[in-house]
T-cell receptor, first 116, second 113 residues
Framework: GAGVSQSPSNKVTEKGKDVELRCDPI?????LYWYRQSLGQGLEFLIY????????KSGLPSDRFSAERTGGSVSTLTIQRTQQEDSAVYLC??????????????FGEGSRLTVL | GENVEQHPSTLSVQEGDSAVIKCTYS??????FPWYKQELGKRPQLIID?????GEKKDQRIAVTLNKTAKHFSLHITETQPEDSAVYFC????????????FGTGTLLAVQP
């Protein structure tokens, strides 16, 4: 596609349910990031995938959060047993090998998660 | 790991005035410092960046300066316009194996017409 695609754009769930958020990066981009943005807050780093290297999971806030990236392309962020404090916009971003050294990230529109 | 601090958190200026946003970072191995602009309800987009071998970079009304010794960098916007109103994020790419991008907490800039 032309840009980073995320789905769903909006997700409302009940406390305790599991959710999956999907990110389809720009074709050919080897680096993929997940960030979390709470209302009026900054971009909180969650996890980073680069090529075939082991992902950097240092930003995941608890073991309820996990992410995978299949075939070096699509990524899924899973939140188990959701809590109200998980409510936020989850942003995915990717960068290409040619621009990796520049660090330019191309962001998706985000998935807005609301936990009731 | 890298820690990026940004201030002020909010900034209000009159149209035509200048705006300055400052960031500090902790990892001396960091070598790339981009700035992103996020308009209300939209995704962040890169507006300018600077590398550690450059002290200053300018692009029309925006400029960035970098002081590696002090580990701080700044964004300067001159002749501000209402369309400059947005949240601005600084970031630093960490040194080491993972090279991940860590963002500051953001600055809400409001340009009053």
């Amino acid at each position: 596609g032309a840009g980073v695609s995320q789905s769903p754009s909006n997700k409302v769930t009940e406390k305790g349910k599991d959710v999956e958020l999907r990110c389809d990066p720009i074709s050919g981009h080897t680096a993929l990031y997940w960030y979390r943005q709470s209302l009026g807050q900054g971009l909180e780093f969650l996890i980073y995938f680069q090529g075939n290297s082991a992902p950097d999971k240092s930003g995941l806030p608890s073991d309820r959060f996990s992410a995978e990236r299949t075939g070096g392309s699509v990524s899924t962020l899973t939140i188990q047993r959701t809590q109200q404090e998980d409510s936020a916009v989850y942003l995915c971003a990717s960068s290409s090998p040619g621009t990796r050294s520049t660090g330019e990230l191309f962001f998706g529109e985000g998935s807005r998660l609301t936990v009731l | 790991g890298e820690n990026v601090e940004q201030h002020p958190s909010t900034l209000s200026v009159q149209e035509g005035d200048s705006a300055v946003i400052k960031c500090t970072y902790s990892d001396s191995a960091s070598n790339y410092f981009p700035w992103y602009k996020q308009e209300l309800g939209k995704r962040p987009q890169l507006i300018i960046d600077i590398r550690s071998n450059v002290g200053e970079k300018k692009d029309q009304r925006i400029a960035v300066t970098l002081n590696k010794t002090a580990k701080h960098f700044s964004l300067h916007i001159t002749e501000t316009q209402p369309e400059d109103s947005a949240v601005y994020f600084c970031a630093a790419i960490t040194g080491g194996a993972t090279n991940k991008l860590i963002f500051g907490t953001g600055t809400l800039l409001a340009v009053q017409p």
